[in-house]
């Protein structure tokens, strides 16, 4: 036991001898490791050193540069400011130029504007009377129109009687068409009875002038009317037919015609005065069918 513990602590010793020459080796590492960082240090402050140096030329080449740009830019914009003056000279020139010529045009404006103001009043006035007119005018045209309802009412009123009108004329005018040709076949019947009627009143004038020159009675061969058979006496005297050449009595032959063989009216008998009557209603007849072709 004894000397299990003895070997123990030998070699607990060993191990401290160790770790003791291990600490030392790391001493030296880390002393070695100061020295290389303090070199290494020195040496970033030299660079930076040396690069401040170099910022300063560097600021103050550029500072030289913005000088003299800036002075050349001056130059160059009081060249600029003078030529703008120059301009703004030459502005107020025409500035004023232009006022004068816009007072003379405003004047002249003013007085154009009166004018312009004069003829607007008398336009007005020329617009009030115009819509007097046209306020007339609307009532005449109201006016006008109700006439002109009113007459083509009438007008188709007229229009309806026209038609009407001639509907009956055209009626009627069949009518007088279809009457014409009665009429006109009454003309030819009329015309054919006109020659059958001359045939016989010639017969009846040749009869009645063989009658009248074949007997002209003597006074002495009657003693009585021929007609009513009295007697004749100095108070009854004897007269003769003018157209059958018989003798009769006063009352027998108070008749009185147109004779072809006198230009006056003579006495005739009862008998040839019908016979006569017969003929000149023939003869009437006949010339009322003449005026009729
Ligand atoms: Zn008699
Ligand atoms: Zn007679």
């Given amino acids: 036991m004894r000397q299990k513990m003895a070997e123990e602590k030998k070699k607990g010793e060993d191990a401290i001898v160790e770790l003791k020459l291990d600490l030392e080796g790391m001493e030296a590492s880390v002393v070695h490791r100061e020295k290389l960082w303090e070199n290494a240090r020195e040496n970033m402050e030299t660079e930076i050193s040396s690069l401040k140096f170099q910022l300063s030329s560097l600021e103050i080449q550029h500072d030289n540069k913005l000088k003299s740009v800036e002075e050349q830019h001056l130059s160059r914009l009081e060249q600029q400011a003078l030529d703008q003056e120059g301009i703004i000279e030459n502005l107020s020139l025409e500035v004023n130029q232009l006022r004068?010529?816009?007072?003379?045009?405003?004047?002249?404006?003013?007085?154009?504007?009166?004018?312009?103001?004069?003829?607007?009043?008398?336009?007005?006035?020329?617009?009030?009377?115009l819509k007097g007119d046209r306020?007339?005018?609307?009532?005449?045209?109201?006016?006008?129109?109700?006439?002109?309802?009113?007459?083509?009412?009438?007008?188709?009123?007229?229009?309806?009687?026209?038609?009407?009108?001639?509907?009956k004329f055209e009626a009627d005018l069949a009518e007088l068409d279809r009457e014409?040709?009665?009429?006109?076949?009454?003309?030819?019947?009329?015309?054919?009875?006109?020659?059958?009627?001359?045939?016989?009143?010639?017969?009846?004038?040749?009869?009645?002038?063989?009658?009248?020159?074949?007997?002209?009675?003597?006074?002495?061969?009657?003693?009585?009317?021929?007609?009513?058979?009295?007697?004749?006496?100095?108070?009854?005297?004897?007269?003769?037919?003018?157209?059958?050449?018989?003798?009769?009595?006063?009352?027998?032959?108070?008749?009185?015609?147109m004779t072809?063989?006198?230009?006056r009216k003579e006495r005739v008998c009862n008998a040839c005065l019908m016979n006569n009557s017969a003929l000149e209603s023939l003869a009437g007849q006949s010339r009322d069918s003449d005026e009729l072709s």
């Fill in 100 to 129: 004068s010529v816009q007072d003379a045009d405003s004047d002249r404006h003013v007085s154009e504007v009166a004018q312009l103001k004069a003829s607007l009043a008398e336009k007005d006035d020329t617009i009030e009377a």
């Fill in 135 to 167: 306020q007339q005018l609307q009532i005449n045209m109201q006016t006008s129109t109700h006439n002109c309802e009113i007459l083509k009412k009438q007008i188709a009123e007229l229009n309806e009687t026209l038609r009407l009108e001639k509907e």
């Fill in 180 to 257: 014409n040709t009665e009429l006109k076949k009454k003309l030819i019947q009329l015309i054919k009875d006109k020659d059958s009627l001359w045939q016989k009143t010639d017969r009846l004038e040749f009869e009645q002038r063989i009658q009248a020159s074949k007997v002209w009675m003597e006074n002495d061969s009657v003693t009585h009317c021929m007609d009513c058979s009295l007697e004749f006496s100095l108070i009854r005297r004897k007269h003769h037919c003018r157209l059958c050449g018989k003798i009769f009595c006063h009352a027998c032959s108070d008749n009185y015609v």
């Fill in 260 to 263: 072809a063989s006198s230009s």
